[in-house]
């Protein structure tokens, strides 16, 4: 079976193709165009033709209903495009299969229409401010306007984040230039075609192309078609794209980043202990570690019925049976000599000093957990690494995080309620900017501050007519007594 892994316009015609087998009970063939930077500048222009005859003028409630039929489609267990994302994407990325199918159900429920409404709520007094002015509260009225093409840079280490970006444009109305990353260019074609089950025209104004990343014959065209860029992926794709991009074009990146857990003595009783130990493992093993939101430390609090050293112990003992449920995708050489050489390095140490322990899978790099007897915070090299730092007292040491403000993402938090706000201002002052529950890390919410920024507001331009003019002008009226 033949399976695109683009989406344009059908003004938009492609003839060469490279192709990848995935193997199965039935073979799939993945077809990748070749593109040159003359299809670039053709797919862009189409999806910004279509976006003005047709999107342009849609009010955003007829948008987010749009969006919710498909995503209906989606929560069905027998929809064709689902079951062929279930079955695909673990060949195509190597997470389990399980996973994948339990969180990408959670997943599309996050854009539901009562979710999608209480997302434009959070950043707009008056969503329909997109359609046309509206009455501010100084006096006066403003609309906003979203940019007429974004193009988007996808990461492909974790399914679905194409979508948020694909569906924050729609409801500002933009066309979008989508390129995927070859590690996972499948979904959002698939969201793509869902859109067009509902609506031909919306789904016209989306162009999803992979390529490979630097290709500045590729990328140099669909930034100049863009009046905004947004970029996921690696520090090092942000660099390498920021010089590109002019200064008057908005730029949004969504880089490296660390997140982390802090547990609190009080939730180290008998009656929580292995339950958060378990939500944490879930926190660690989704994805493999691969999303900016999983944690890499975690700081666990002297005092309570079991001490950091056994919540180390057990946390290992945990992914061990994790890992036989649901196990790790299969990593590079160089990512399994990564773990070896962090796990080489803590065992010389706990010679050595006897301040550290290692606990790691017994025949491959399927997980390892570092335990530091003195405070400390460390990134990991992922794939279910986690490091694991015994503390006198989380206020006190959440300073430890502070060096590393810019890189700081979410922190999963479980302490007692009346530790929660001052808990919350601490880190908040020291660069994080989503705190959670634990078990819920990979989960964010509707309406959350990605980076600490806002979604739609920072890519939209307002303009505002001042509360004079409507009076002054009622001058030129010729009925006007």
């Given at each position: 079976m033949e399976i695109s892994v683009f989406h344009v316009p059908k003004s938009v015609e492609l003839t060469d193709f490279n192709e990848q087998i995935i193997h199965g009970a039935t073979d799939y063939v993945l077809k990748y165009p070749i593109l040159t930077n003359e299809k670039i500048k053709e797919a862009a222009n189409a999806v910004q033709v279509n976006r003005d005859q047709y999107l342009a003028a849609l009010p955003v409630y007829e948008i987010v209903k749009k969006i919710d039929l498909a995503i209906q489609k989606w929560l069905d267990p027998e929809y064709p495009l689902r079951k062929l994302a279930e079955k695909l994407i673990p060949s195509i990325t190597g997470y389990d299969a399980e996973m994948v199918r339990l969180e990408l159900k959670r997943y599309m429920r996050t854009f539901r229409k009562k979710e999608l409404l209480r997302f434009l709520d959070e950043e707009f007094d008056q969503p329909a401010m997109l359609d046309d002015f509206h009455p501010r509260k100084s006096g006066g009225m403003s609309r906003a306007y979203g940019p007429r093409t974004i193009f988007h840079i996808f990461s492909g280490n974790v399914p679905g984040v194409q979508i948020w970006s694909l569906v924050m444009g729609l409801l500002l109305k933009s066309a979008n230039l989508g390129k995927t990353s070859t590690s996972e260019p499948l979904l959002p074609v698939l969201f793509a075609k869902s859109l067009a089950e509902v609506d031909e025209r919306l789904a016209e104004t989306i162009a999803i192309l992979p390529w490979k990343g630097g290709k500045d014959n590729l990328e140099e065209p669909a930034i100049e078609s863009a009046d905004a860029i947004i970029v996921y992926g690696s520090n090092e794709t942000v660099q390498n794209v920021r010089p590109k991009v002019p200064s008057y074009k908005k730029f949004l990146t969504y880089g490296h980043k660390i997140s982390f857990a802090m547990i609190g003595k009080e939730v180290l009783t008998p009656d929580h202990y292995y339950e958060t130990i378990y939500k944490l493992v879930e926190d660690i093993a989704i994805y493999?570690?691969?999303?900016?939101?999983?944690?890499?430390?975690?700081?666990?609090?002297?005092?309570?019925?079991?001490?950091?050293?056994?919540?180390?112990?057990?946390?290992?003992?945990?992914?061990?049976?994790?890992q036989k449920k649901r196990p790790r995708a299969k990593v590079s050489d160089e990512e399994a000599m990564t773990i070896q050489k962090l796990r080489n390095r803590y065992q010389l140490e706990a010679i050595q000093h006897g301040k550290v322990l290692v606990y790691a899978s017994p025949t491959d790099t399927s997980w390892t957990v570092i335990y530091h007897d003195v405070p400390g915070f460390e990134g990991s090299p992922l794939n279910r690494s986690i490091h694991v730092f015994s503390s006198e007292n989380l206020e006190k040491d959440s300073v430890l995080i502070k060096p590393f403000e810019q890189y700081i993402q979410s922190c999963g938090l479980a302490v007692k309620p009346n530790r929660l706000f001052k808990m919350a201002s601490l880190l908040g002052s020291y660069g994080v900017n989503r705190i959670c529950s634990i078990g819920e890390m990979n989960r964010a919410k509707p309406g959350w501050h990605h980076d600490g920024g806002f979604?739609?507001?920072?890519?939209?331009?307002?303009?505002?007519?001042?509360?004079?003019?409507e009076h002054d002008l009622e001058c030129y009226d010729p009925d006007v007594e």
């Open positions: 493999d570690q691969q999303s900016c939101l999983s944690p890499q430390t975690v700081f666990v609090e002297k005092g309570g019925a079991i001490n950091p050293k056994q919540f180390a112990q057990m946390l290992a003992a945990e992914l061990e049976r994790y979604n739609l507001l920072d890519l939209v331009r307002i303009t505002d007519i001042e509360r004079n003019v």
